[in-house]
């Protein structure tokens, strides 16, 4: 229970020190000393403390509900208030309490505007009534901002008030403003410090894994060098600095409105430089305090110094904080405290953090990470939040999820789901209400656990080689589901085997068989929530060392090995050349293995001349085999390029994005041979090799400039077609088959047709963009830092999106081909129809 008492001695030892140095601030200034007198009321406090967080005193409680449209949500699921929303509020201020304080809610329309006098509510917190029902208040309309005062009763203290915000608007709304910004990163930083304690205390071995999550979900700073100190001392080092902790969050920020700073900017900037405010450095708190101290600049009455008060709700109750301990002698003391703003509500942005990766619904513990949002996690403005999916008769499921900011996402709960009920691949959806407001978060590539067969891929079908560590892949949808992969030989021992997911239908298993025998041998695959595991039979084989043949070309530095057993190989010599062996992988049952050489082969040696490569092994074995040098690989080099932009309105941000129906035109100029040849083409793939192309002087998409230099034409839908997307890259292809080296080219980006934007009369409502093939955005803003954007969900098919109202004509576009790059489209704004 909050008693007042507690804090009257209070006796600020260090206000001398402090009027010295801001004296010397105002001095630069040219402000004047009364203004000092006024600001210091507010700062001398924090000073007093310098050490000490920041609003940590305890101050009063206060029950808040709100009421909207027929439904009561408590004050914590509320991040913003609308016009016509009923506030019940109920003091908890104990019997004995020695002053009698008044309660006064005062709603404000901005700094220009003063508020009409039926605009202030007061409550006498002793009143009998009062104390056993509270009051309630109605958000008036056109009203912006809330603000609650406890304010001493004395004579005339209510008009008193009332008349001190209604001559200085501006400077409540902006007090109202960086409360309310303090206390949600007060939210933000308090489940920080909470989650740390709690790893720390459970287990400190998890703590750095467990830690980067929870600071992803918060949005907080982590000092990497605490991990490399012992355990015991992680946890107290990661909470250290609690100021310099709190990272910038775009939504929370679009919650709170920014208004220009007052007069007084240049004094207040000096208290934040100095020492006792924090020398200077961030702090989620030090805002509130600064910018409380510029209302103390422009107003202060006989009676009266106005004082914050953080806003902490926990269900219904705002728990008050205070950085400053109240006065109850003249000019006493009133604490003023934010309520949420007035206003649309500003849903939460979460994104996916790995939109393409699948999860199994059936896994233990399963987390779907997400992040963009840290209020999400740090206060109770989200609930309510479902995984809704649907069943293969079609039919809605919505499944419990919790935020679970040290796990980095939303747990979810799927003990009750029936996996027959499902498909083997679907989709799911976050849902949940923001306060009043439903809203729809990110969408999850989901895998539903059941049996299956495992495929061991082709070149794989003989890859268990007895008498070393060897690797194969297995594929199946249901990679993403698998718990445990074991291995036993024809005598039932187990083989120790280790897997990982390559891909989401691709497992990697490497398994020892280097006191193995050959003989068949059977996998056992356990998938999450499955009770028998899958059975894959298989075969371990014996293969000796054999050297097939070693190619080089003239001019190269690497070349290929391939036979069996190349993990032996240690070294190559050629010809004085020194090669070590880099990358081993099978092709067509064989081994291949790259080896290079610092420097190229020499270049005396000619194309076709039989030379012996002596083939080191790591057994100290050595072994010749017979080489023939081919022909040089042609060469080219890339001189310039030119992207002609297609008929789509969206001016692409990045200059190496391709629209899909532009043109691409560059310039090559050969190295080898020494003239271009005209039977040479080059060849233009995707990086993932799943489209090619290849342009020619034949059919004119080559043309010669001079001897040496070609202008390649490259026309993506023509070439490729309407569904490829990604980098680009060419490589020249002599007559007789030889490949060059991949160089990079560009990245085909597939753009919508948009036609224009329709919007209502109503500015704060959102605008609908009309065009074609809109599947192909990623999100949609108003602002080009895409702090209001919309995100367009996995198969959208609509020729209308929801965005927010563009800046003028402008849109800011990320497309879904390239999600990192903002692109532009100004677009005609009409009427909504």
């Not at 203004?35 to 507010?42: I, T």
């Not at 509270?134 to 056109?142: H, K, L, M």
């Not at 996690?377 to 479902?386: E, G, L, Q, R």
């Not at 005598?491 to 193995?516: F, I």
Request: aromatic letters at 6%.
């Amino acid at each position: 229970m909050f008693c007042f008492s507690q804090l009257c001695g209070y006796v600020d030892s260090n206000w001398q020190e402090l009027l010295s140095e801001l004296s010397a601030s105002i001095q630069r200034h040219h402000l004047i000393f009364g203004l000092l007198l006024s600001s210091l009321v507010f700062t001398s406090a924090s000073a007093a403390a310098a050490d000490a967080p920041a609003f940590d005193l305890p101050g009063p409680r206060i029950k808040v509900n709100v009421t909207r449209a027929g439904r009561t949500l408590p004050i914590s699921e509320v991040p913003n208030l609308q016009a016509g929303d009923r506030l019940w509020l109920y003091p908890e201020i104990p019997k004995s309490q020695s002053v009698h304080y008044l309660m006064i809610v005062a709603f404000l329309r901005g700094s220009t505007n003063p508020p009409p006098e039926q605009w202030f509510v007061k409550a006498e917190t002793w009143n009998k009534k009062v104390r056993d029902e509270g009051i309630v208040i109605t958000v008036p309309e056109e009203s912006q901002q809330a603000l609650l005062f406890l304010a001493p009763e004395t004579g005339g203290d209510f008009g008193t008030l009332r008349s001190a915000v209604r001559g200085k608007p501006g400077a409540f709304v902006r007090a109202s403003q960086d409360l309310n910004q303090a206390a949600l990163d007060r939210s933000r930083l308090d489940k920080y410090i909470a989650g740390i304690k709690e790893m720390s205390d459970d287990d400190p071995r998890a703590l750095h894994e467990r830690s980067l999550l929870l600071a992803r979900s918060l949005k907080m700073k982590v000092d990497q060098q605490c991990f490399d100190k012992p355990t015991e001392e992680q946890a107290p080092c990661l909470t250290r600095n609690t100021d310099q902790l709190v990272l910038d969050d775009g939504h929370s920020e679009s919650m709170v409105s920014v208004l220009t700073s007052g007069p007084g900017s240049d004094l207040v900037g000096a208290i934040s430089a100095t020492k006792f405010a924090g020398g200077g450095a961030y702090s989620p708190y030090v805002g509130a305090i600064v910018d409380v101290a510029r209302m103390m600049e422009n107003f202060h009455t006989a009676g009266y110094r106005y004082i914050p008060a953080l806003a902490l709700p926990k269900h219904e109750e705002l728990n008050l904080k205070l950085n400053n301990p109240p006065s109850f002698h003249k000019p006493m003391s009133v604490l003023v405290t934010g309520l949420p703003a007035i206003e649309a509500a500003q849903l939460p942005p979460l994104r996916a953090v790995e939109p393409k990766q699948v999860f199994c619904l059936q896994r233990s513990g399963l987390v779907l990470p997400a992040d963009g949002a840290p209020l999400v996690f740090s206060t109770d403005f989200a609930h309510d939040i479902v995984l809704h999916v649907q069943t293969k008769a079609g039919l809605a499921i919505d499944l419990p999820v919790t935020a679970d900011a040290a796990r980095g996402g939303f747990m979810v709960d799927a003990h009750n789901l029936r996996a027959g009920d499902l498909n083997s691949g679907f989709t799911g959806t976050l849902h949940g209400y923001w306060g009043f407001q439903p809203f729809e978060g990110p969408a999850f590539q989901l895998q539903n656990a059941h049996p299956v067969k495992w495929v061991l891929t082709s070149e794989d079908s003989t890859a268990l080689i007895v008498g070393r560590q060897d690797a194969f892949h297995l594929q199946s949808e249901s990679a993403p589901c698998v718990d445990q992969v074991i291995m036993k030989d024809q005598r039932g021992k187990p083989l120790k085997a280790t897997w990982k997911l390559l891909k989401a239908d691709e497992l990697e298993v490497e398994v020892p068989l280097k006191e193995e025998s050959a003989g068949p041998v059977l996998m056992l695959v356990a998938q999450s929530g499955l009770t028998r595991p899958d059975e894959v039979p298989m075969q371990m084989y014996s293969e000796a060392a054999h050297l097939d043949t070693f190619t080089i070309n003239a001019g190269d530095q690497q070349g290929a090995l391939r036979g069996t057993r190349l993990d032996e190989v240690s070294s190559l010599e050629l010809e004085n050349s020194h090669f070590a062996p880099g990358e081993l992988a099978r092709a067509e049952g064989k081994d291949q293995l790259l080896l290079s050489s610092p420097s190229p082969l020499s270049p005396a040696l000619q194309p076709g001349q039989r030379l012996v490569a002596h083939v080191a092994l790591k057994d100290g074995r050595l072994l010749n085999l017979e080489t023939v040098v081919e022909p040089p690989r042609p060469r080219v080099t890339l001189l310039n390029k030119n992207v002609q932009a297609g008929t789509s309105v969206i001016h692409l941000g990045n200059a190496d994005d391709l629209p899909q129906d532009g043109q691409l035109t560059f310039f090559l100029k050969t190295e080898t041979p020494a003239t271009f040849p005209r039977t040479e083409k080059i060849e233009v793939a995707t990086e993932d090799g799943s489209a090619e192309s290849l342009l020619s002087l034949a059919d004119g998409t080559l043309v010669l400039q001079d001897s040496q230099t070609v202008l390649a034409t490259l026309r993506p839908l023509k070439n490729f077609g309407a569904s490829v997307f990604g980098p680009l890259r060419l490589r020249p292809v002599s007559e007789s088959g030889e490949l060059g080296d991949w160089q990079p080219l560009a990245k085909l980006v597939r753009v919508p047709s948009l036609k224009e934007v329709r919007c209502p009369d109503t500015p704060d409502k959102p605008c609908s963009l009309i065009g074609q093939n809109l599947f192909l955005i990623d999100s949609v803003a108003s602002d080009s830092q895409f702090a209001h954007s919309v995100p367009v969900p996995i198969g959208y098919a609509d020729s209308a999106l929801t965005v927010p109202r563009p800046n003028g004509t402008l849109l800011y576009i990320k497309l879904r081909d390239d999600p990192s790059t903002v692109n532009t489209a100004a677009l005609p704004v009409l009427p909504e129809q």
